[in-house]
């Protein structure tokens, strides 16, 4: 649950009551995230997914990057708009959750298009020359600084990257933050700030995405 969810639980109601509607396949895995999982909060919101879900069907995109795979709630989302011979490539290392996400991957009619890694994604982007139409990245925080710098090279002008959590329960707004996840995520939204190769928003939805395009 967000900051912003639980400041107004009336207007979040509100919001995804007059949101398209949910695929079916997104409510029996969120269901099952939070019967099987111990911090089901993690999972991408209904709201979050939508957004995730038109931004991707706008773009068309045909290589997609997620880091931060969860139980597939966004990557599904993301999937959406995949072109017909697109792909995904979603990151974790959580073994123990893997068959999760893996069988709602199967059931999906994109299920040829996923690429499920369990591998570290600094390592991963170190070793890859992709370059990206789209990336999302909901992982571990003290390393979204070092993942911003490694995903600038691997994208394009117009290239789209999402990162989540950047208002971090309204943490952002400490002096001098003693939490060192909160210290990585004002340091990677000064960085977004000022890298003039990029136009960025914040958008308040749950806990912040920073959204920014490539010029």
Known sequence: MSFFEETNPEMDRYLENHASSEPEIL?????????????????????QGRLLTIISQMMQPKNILEIGTFTGYATLCLTAGLAKDGK???LDVNEDLAYLP?????????????????QDAKEFLRQTDEVFD?????????????YFRLIKP??????????????????????????????IIKELNDLIAKDN?????????????NFLRRK
């Open 27 to 47: 409510k029996k895995l969120r269901r099952e995230t939070y019967q099987k999982t111990t911090q089901p909060h993690m999972i991408s919101g209904y709201q």
């Open 197 to 209: 190769d990029f136009e960025n928003l914040i958008l308040p939805l749950r806990d912040g995405v």
């Open 102 to 118: 893996k069988k709602y991957f199967g059931e999906s009619e994109y299920a040829d298009q996923i690429d499920f890694k369990l």
């Open 134 to 146: 789209l990336v999302f990245i909901d992982a571990d925080k003290e390393n979204y600084a070092e």
């Open 154 to 183: 691997r994208t394009k002008s117009g290239s789209v990257v999402l990162f989540d959590n950047v208002l971090w329960y309204g943490k952002v707004l400490e002096e001098n933050p003693k939490q060192k996840s909160t210290q």
């Open 88 to 90: 995904i490539t979603t």
